[in-house]
């Protein structure tokens, strides 16, 4: 629900930025675009060791495949990825603004806000104008399994794209990209066995996007 | 403008995986299998050079010396004769070690299944006089349990350290509950939800082997010594040696206690048991018969017990490894002006209480983490708190002569307690705890 309201008065907040500006002398630009984002993980090692019980004496490398432990394959990945920029034009090369949006990574979402960059690509602006976008911010920790255990971190994301443009300022948007989140997982430990568990996250996807500037 | 694409491309090259790399970082306590030849646990003990305090466990004091167990590994040995500035003088390796006694110049320490027998008239040179074996075969010493198998002579014991594994994960995280199941199922997984459903149920099922085992914490075997008895008390067991002659202790009668023993007080002619369940009387007017007069129990928690004249003072410790969740701590006035019939007199709420000494009218309660506390127990019905001592870690304590010694993790301290509204440190023992 607060990721709902959240992306709600984003977008309300656009539109309000970009009614307040005439559309044809615009020297604002937002953009909202929803897609996939794609990347592979890792096979996960069991989630605890076997203790209990005098005689049983863990050994980190011997591969407890016990049937109460999850042992999950490597495999792939795909996630929800909702974004949107707002800038201010300095050039048709050159945007500056914030973005902020909500990725799915695995099972945790994030809410990344983050400085961005936009511009046009190869100088000049015709119906099919390419463009890049250059973020770099912050990911808050959204809906997870492990609630506030889990912090979020620094994010990078570099991307291409494409505009066609349809006249008036408005443009229908194509953009692929890479995205680099970190991530920090404390967990709640039993303070008996286990004194402390950690669980440093990063995740790099490649998004597929596609939305709408105006 | 060439040139400023290809700054703007070289990112795109840095960029050869899309692959999470998540690392989880554990900090465990690791238990290794040790195995001892009881030849090798048998060799002579004789005093060797003073060692660093690591893991101090119990404390005994004797004329101007001061014993200080390493858990598990031997005595440290101090001259207290100037509280002030205690000495070290030597440290005796006792492989095993949890617990001693001394009557007159005889030092009585376990070695897991014998009890030894060190002369300590000469506190520089100790040597061994004698040793028999308790009887014990087994014991618990903190989280690790050792045993001993009379075939092949081994002591098969488990060595506790604090280790850190980090090893590489699906970026998932360890979870019980999945509380955004369904949106997160729609929006965030690309594989089979069932894999969900599997770990929420496999994860329920996993208490049953990461409950922490209770009964495991602070029942160390512990000795008394009143009259011509030495009592020792293990896990369940009582057992008698005759100490007569001290040099010579020669092994009595047992008796079967049903609880958790964990601690052992003798006043006047009765002996005070402390144990997991509840506390045990035994009348010793005759040393080498005791009686059984009464068995108090309560609530299951860790309870040191002391006593002075009509009342017991007993701490009761929920929250740890002997207790169970949700016990309260409490410190337990017990009237036991009738042996064979205490009651509880008045009870005090007191956060995590472990061991506790009186020189009547102050009572100190140690407080683990919490420090240590002083009381005016004039009136036991009406204990006064006079003084608390928050940055000691603290569980066990001894007043002796307007001198107060309390170990914990940290060492021992020693106070000078001759105005007990007003305790002066004298000095302290510092502890280098391995982890």
């Known amino acids: 629900m607060k990721t709902v309201t959240f992306l709600t008065l984003c977008l309300v907040g656009q539109a309000a930025m970009g009614q307040n500006t005439p559309t044809a002398t615009s020297h604002w630009r937002t953009t909202v675009e929803m897609g996939v984002q794609m990347g592979q993980v890792k096979p996960d090692v069991p989630a605890g060791y076997p203790y209990y019980g005098y005689d049983i004496i863990y050994n980190p490398y011997y591969n407890y495949n016990y049937s109460y432990y999850p042992v999950r394959d490597a495999g ?49 602006t015709k119906r099919l104008t390419p463009f890049y976008t250059l973020e770099s911010g912050y990911a808050i920790a959204g809906p997870n399994p492990h609630g506030k255990e889990l912090k ?19 443009g229908f948007l194509i953009s692929a990209g890479y995205k680099h989140l970190e991530a920090k997982q404390v967990a709640t430990v039993d303070g008996v ?6 669980e440093q996250r990063v995740y790099n996807r490649l998004y597929f996007r596609m939305g709408f500037s105006f | 403008m060439k040139a400023s694409l290809l700054v703007l491309l070289l990112p795109l090259v840095y960029l050869t995986s899309c692959t999470d790399n998540c690392e989880r970082t554990t900090t465990y306590r690791k238990y290794t299998s040790v195995q001892l030849p009881i030849s090798d646990v048998r060799q002579a003990i004789s005093s060797g050079a003073p060692q660093p305090l690591i893991e101090p466990g119990k404390l005994y004091v004797k004329d101007q010396y001061l014993f200080i167990v390493e858990v598990k590994k031997g005595i440290h040995v101090f001259d207290n004769s100037n509280p002030s500035n205690p000495r070290a003088i030597s440290f005796l390796s006792i492989p095993g ?43 618990l010493v903190g989280r690790t349990y050792w045993s001993y198998d009379k075939t092949s002579m081994k002591i098969y014991d488990q060595r506790e350290e604090i280790a850190t594994t980090t090893v590489k994960t699906d970026c998932e995280g ?21 894999a969900f459903a599997d770990v929420a149920y496999n994860s329920a099922k996993a208490p049953t082997t990461t409950t922490p085992t209770t009964g495991v914490g602070g029942s160390m075997a512990r000795f008394a010594i009143s009259s011509n008895q030495l009592y020792v008390v293990n896990n ?182 001759a105005n007990p509204a007003d305790l002066r440190l004298l000095s302290k023992i510092a502890a280098q705890p391995a982890y």
């Not at chain 2, 014998?114 to 520089?124: E, F, G, Q």
């Not at chain 2, 979870?175 to 997160?184: D, G, S, T």
């Open chain 2, 174 to 194: 360890s979870f019980n509950i999945l509380p955004y199941l369904i949106p997160i199922a729609w929006f965030g997984r690309y594989y089979e939800s069932l």
């Open chain 1, 76 to 124: 792939n990945r795909i996630g929800l990825t909702i974004h949107a920029f707002t800038g201010y034009i300095v050039s048709p090369q050159l945007i500056t603004g914030i973005s902020f949006g909500v990725d799915y990574f695995n099972n945790s979402a994030f809410l990344p806000i983050a400085a961005a960059i936009q511009g046009d690509l190869f100088g000049r």
């Open chain 2, 97 to 139: 070690n949890v617990d001693m006694a001394v009557r007159d110049n005889i030092l009585y320490a376990d070695s897991y299944v014998d009890l030894v027998a060190l002369d300590i008239s000469n506190p520089t040179a100790i040597k061994e006089v004698n040793r028999v074996e308790t009887g014990f075969i087994n014991g």
């Open chain 2, 236 to 417: 369940s067991t009582l057992q008698l040696f005759d100490i007569t002659n001290p040099a010579n202790p020669v092994k009595g009668k047992s008796a079967t206690l049903n609880w958790n023993v964990e601690t052992i007080f003798p006043y006047r002619n009765s002996l005070f048991i402390g144990t997991t369940t509840g506390m045990y009387i035994y009348d010793v007017t005759s040393p080498a018969e005791p009686k059984q007069l009464a068995a108090f129990s309560h609530v299951r928690s860790c309870d040191p017990v002391v006593v002075h004249d009509n009342y017991a003072y007993v701490t009761l410790r929920g929250t740890s490894t002997c207790g169970v969740a949700g016990t309260q701590d409490v410190l337990d006035v017990i009237d036991i002006s009738n042996l064979s019939a205490p009651r509880v007199a008045k009870s005090y709420p007191l956060e995590t209480p472990y061991g506790l000494g009186i020189d009547y009218p102050t009572l100190f309660v140690c407080q683990g983490n919490k420090g240590l506390q002083v009381f005016n127990a004039s009136n036991p019905l009406d204990l006064k708190p006079q003084q608390t001592f928050a940055n000691v870690n603290a569980f066990d304590v001894i007043p002796i002569s307007k001198t107060l010694l309390t170990i914990g993790k940290d060492g021992l301290y020693q106070y000078d307690y």
């Open chain 1, 152 to 170: 979020g971190g620094w994010l990078w994301s570099p991307g291409v794209g494409v505009r066609i443009n349809k006249g008036n300022g408005t």
């Open chain 1, 193 to 198: 066995q286990i004194l402390a568990q950690t």
